[in-house]
């Protein structure tokens, strides 16, 4: 079934462009968008925490770029992976958790995720549907296709190794059970920031050792938080959450150093930094975000 998108290059530019680091295969995919073949286009999220964030809306305003040119997106909510937790960017082991802290931590992502992607024409899906009936003997199969070497080769791996932290086994899994989730949605694209660079490879790799078509993947720019150094992390608590109240939202916003409010333009609206003094630049940020999430009647309270 083709979709009559091909004629619509602005969007298709927006989409392999705004706040895309890299895109591989992207002669691939620009030839798939152009053509207006329906893709199926996936995000994980582990529920690692019970709040999404701005950080998380970057990746989720992306992913609705491809659902407005009327593909497919599915949205995978990591209730099995997070038992394991993702490695990327760590410089120690996660704490494991229970169903009951993953249950508890997903109760609000989908009304969280509905402020950007229409949830209703979502594919959503959780990926103990495939994994909880499995038995050792798949996991010791999916793990013999890969090697120890290379799962190492990542640079967190590295700088843990050089600083003397541990390396569960367990953690070696996890790209590769993320990358198997792709065969599981059977996806065409997969969309990561640039700490996911590896997992989302993983999943072109897992493929391949089940003879599928390899997914394209696009990285994204990360965001930094409100201290303007960091990634923005509920840990670390630089964030802002997507369902904080319009005046804590907007002032954090301004809060933010003005040396991130053109990445905050680029990556979170539709927008252009304006040509104006910082303090009404950022103000407009504010307001333009705020509007996005709370509604432009909050907004303008917000900044009263």
């Known amino acids: 079934m ?17 706040g895309v680091e890299s895109v591989i295969e992207k002669d691939n995919l620009q030839k798939r968008l152009i053509d207006g073949k329906i893709l199926r286009v996936k995000l994980g999220i582990d529920p ?14 992306k992913l609705r770029q491809f659902q407005a040119l009327g593909h497919q997106i599915v949205l ?16 120690e082991m996660r704490k494991t958790l229970t169903q009951e802290q993953i249950q508890k931590n997903m109760s609000a992502y989908l009304e969280q995720a509905g402020l950007i992607i229409d949830i209703n024409k979502t594919e959503v899906r959780y990926n103990s549907e ?25 640079d967190d791996f590295q700088k843990r190794i050089k600083e003397g932290h541990d390396i569960a086994l367990s953690e070696l899994l996890y790209p590769i059970l993320q990358g198997y989730d792709s065969i599981a949605v059977k ?6 920031g640039t700490d996911q660079t590896f997992n989302v490879f993983m999943g ?43 005046s804590d939202m907007f002032a954090k916003i301004m809060s933010i150093p003005d040396t991130l409010m053109p990445k905050y333009f680029l990556l979170l609206t539709d927008k252009d930094m304006p040509d104006a003094p ?27």
């Open 130 to 154: 495939w994994y909880k009936d499995k038995n050792a003997l798949f996991f010791l199969d999916l793990a013999s296709k890969f090697t120890v070497a290379r799962s190492l080769e990542r």
């Open 76 to 91: 995978i909510i990591g209730d099995f992976t997070a038992m394991i937790g993702d490695p990327s960017g760590r410089s």
């Open 204 to 246: 072109r790799k897992v493929q391949r050792r089940f003879d599928m078509p390899e997914q394209d993947i696009m990285t994204l720019t990360l965001l930094e938080g409100t201290d303007g150094v960091h990634k923005m992390s509920k840990s670390l608590g630089n964030y802002i959450g997507l369902t904080e109240t319009p």
């Open 48 to 61: 690692t925490a019970k709040d999404l964030h701005l950080g998380h809306a970057v990746i989720l305003r």
């Open 187 to 192: 996806a065409d694209v997969e969309l990561g």
């Open 278 to 304: 910082p303090k009404q630049a950022k103000q407009k940020l504010a307001h333009t975000i705020v509007s996005l999430f709370c509604s432009n009647t909050n907004a303008d309270k917000a900044q009263e």
């Open 2 to 18: 083709l979709i009559m998108i091909g004629a619509n290059e602005k969007a298709i530019t927006k989409i392999l462009s705004r």
